[in-house]
C-alpha cells in the first residue's frame, strides 16, 4: 500500500515536469520564427539614403527602418538595423548574417538570383541630378553618339548597372563609382563629374542641401522596392511576406511613406 503510494506520486510528479516542459516548449514556438539571432529580425541596410533610411542623431530611422519595426513587433521580433555598404548588403542577407535587407532596394533579375525579394512596398525613380545651366537636359543626351559625359552614381546601385551598361559598355561615356550617394553629389558639386544618375526620393534631400543643383524632369527608369531575404529560410520568409502584405492591406505602410514623403 505504502509502495503504491510513493509510486502513484512519483508518476504525478513526473506528468507534472513533463506537462509543464510541453507548455513552455509550445510557446517558444508559437512565438518566434528561426532568425540569425533568437528574438530578434536582423536587418541590413545602407544609412545613406533619406528617406529611406539615414541617421537622427545615432539612430537609424526612416521609410525601411520603420516598416521592417512594423513588420519585426507583428512577429514578437525586435527589430535591429545593420548599417553596412549598399554593395555589403546581397550577399550579407545570402550568407545568412542578417534577416533581411531592407535599402530601397530594387527589384532585379539578376538579384533575383542570389536573393528573393517581398511583396514590393515603394516605387522608386532613376532621376538625373546636374548643375544648373548644364549641357544635359533630358536623358537622351546622355545616350547621344559622342557624348562622352562623366556620370557619377552610388556603386553597385541600379543607376551604376544601368549607366554601365546603356553607357560605359556602349562607349557612349564613362560612370565614377562612389559608395555613397551623397559623395556623387558632391563630385557633381565640385565639377567631377557631369550629372549624376540616382533614386529621385535621396536625389531631392541631396539637392536640397547643395546650392546650384537640379534634378531633371526626365526619368531614367521606374523601378520597386522590395526587401530582400535568403532563398533558405522559406518559414521566415513567408512570416516576413504576409506580415508585410497585411501592414500594406491595413494602410500602415501608406501612413510610414506618407510621413517621411507626401506630408512634406
Ligand atoms: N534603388 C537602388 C538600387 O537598388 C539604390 C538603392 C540604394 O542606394 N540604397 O540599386
Not at 554593395?87 to 542577407?93: G, L, Y
Not at 544601368?162 to 558639386?189: F, H, M, N, P
Amino acid at each position: 500500500m505504502k509502495r503504491t503510494g510513493k509510486l502513484v506520486c512519483l508518476i504525478l510528479a513526473l506528468v507534472l515536469v513533463l506537462s509543464l516542459c510541453a507548455c513552455s516548449s509550445g510557446k517558444t514556438a508559437q512565438s518566434s520564427v528561426k532568425t540569425v539571432t533568437s528574438g530578434k529580425l536582423t536587418m541590413a541596410t545602407n544609412a545613406q539614403f533619406p528617406p529611406y533610411e539615414f541617421y537622427e542623431g545615432d539612430k537609424i530611422v526612416g521609410i525601411d527602418a520603420e516598416i521592417a519595426g512594423a513588420i519585426a513587433s507583428k512577429l514578437g521580433l525586435e527589430l535591429v538595423i545593420e548599417d553596412m555598404e549598399f554593395d555589403s548588403i546581397i550577399t550579407a542577407v545570402k550568407t545568412g548574417k542578417v534577416d533581411i535587407g531592407m535599402a530601397g532596394m530594387t527589384v532585379t533579375d539578376e538579384r533575383k538570383e542570389s536573393v528573393d525579394f517581398t511583396e514590393s512596398y515603394a516605387t522608386g525613380v532613376q532621376v538625373i541630378i546636374v548643375a544648373d545651366g548644364s549641357e544635359i537636359v533630358s536623358v537622351d543626351d546622355l545616350f547621344a553618339e559622342g557624348a562622352n559625359h562623366v556620370i557619377g552614381v552610388q556603386r553597385n546601385t541600379t543607376g551604376d548597372l544601368y549607366c554601365t551598361w546603356d553607357i560605359e559598355d556602349e562607349g557612349l561615356g564613362t560612370v565614377d563609382r562612389y559608395s555613397k550617394g551623397a559623395d556623387a553629389v558632391q563630385a557633381l558639386k565640385a565639377g567631377k563629374v557631369d550629372c549624376v544618375v540616382i533614386d529621385n526620393e535621396p536625389a531631392k534631400a541631396f539637392v536640397a542641401e547643395v546650392e546650384g543643383l537640379k534634378i531633371l524632369e526626365t526619368e531614367y527608369a521606374l523601378e520597386d522596392y522590395a526587401g530582400a531575404m535568403s532563398k533558405d529560410n522559406q518559414e521566415l520568409y513567408s512570416a516576413v511576406n504576409d506580415a508585410l502584405k497585411a501592414l500594406i492591406a491595413d494602410g500602415t505602410v501608406q501612413k510610414i511613406v506618407d510621413k517621411y514623403i507626401n506630408a512634406k
